[in-house]
């Protein structure tokens, strides 16, 4: 049974690289199992004064202004949202109760999304780092290179239209992790074999960690048993 609905409100938080409609299949199994979801947009400029991560928080902090500022929210958080959930946690008025991390990185203070890929995959960090200094931006994904990882060209379609290259400057900024965090429960979901360092790491700091023999994207292939995860957790 689902909770009450004004029990919690769920904020799926999507990659800076990708868009919200890559959390809209599941928000809809949220919404048909009864509870509040909300799925913001994070929004940028390259030209802005602000970091991209203040400006991420920023556009959470904005999609929920409408909550009451004692609603209880669970922060769910797929791929290199994950790292900014710590930023984006601090710009909410609304409690905190839990933080899900879905394939994504754990948040490490002062350090940057070059610095964490480091960690995982050294080699491939390195050959993206002489791309963007070549002036290149990452992803540049085609319908080709995702027709395994996204089967249904239609989603796969709807997802590469809101596609995100960035720029260097988005990968070597230093991302912030406030002294107290985490200040609530955190869970791990694993969807890729990709991101099983950041499970083991998760399981290591005592976190719930539940595992999906899946693939980066199958929160858009397979959103009932994502939602499924999440729920357990």
Known sequence: MALSIDSTTFVLIHSPFLGAFTWSLVADQLRQRGYRVIVPSLSDHD????????????????????????????LVAHSGAGPRLPAIRAALDQPVTAYVFVDAGIPVDGTSWLDLMRVE?????????ALLIA?????????????????????????????????????????????????????????????????????????????????HFHLLNDPKSVTDGILAL
């Open 135 to 215: 002036g290149e931006r990452f992803p540049t994904w085609t319908s080709t290179d995702l027709a395994a990882e996204i089967p249904d060209p239609d989603t796969r379609d709807r997802m590469l239209a809101e596609l995100h290259p960035r720029p260097l400057a988005y990968f070597e900024e230093l991302l912030p992790v406030f002294d107290s965090f985490p200040d609530a429960p955190c869970h791990y979901l694993q969807l890729s074999a990709g991101y099983a360092l950041w499970a083991d790491r998760a399981a290591a700091l005592g976190w719930t960690v539940q595992r999906i023999a899946g693939n």
């Open 47 to 74: 030209d802005s004064d602000l970091p991209y991560w203040q400006q991420h928080a920023d556009s959470v902090r904005r999609a929920l202004t409408d909550l009451p500022a004692d609603q209880p929210l669970t």
């Open 121 to 129: 995959l050294p080699d491939v960090a390195a050959e993206l780092h």
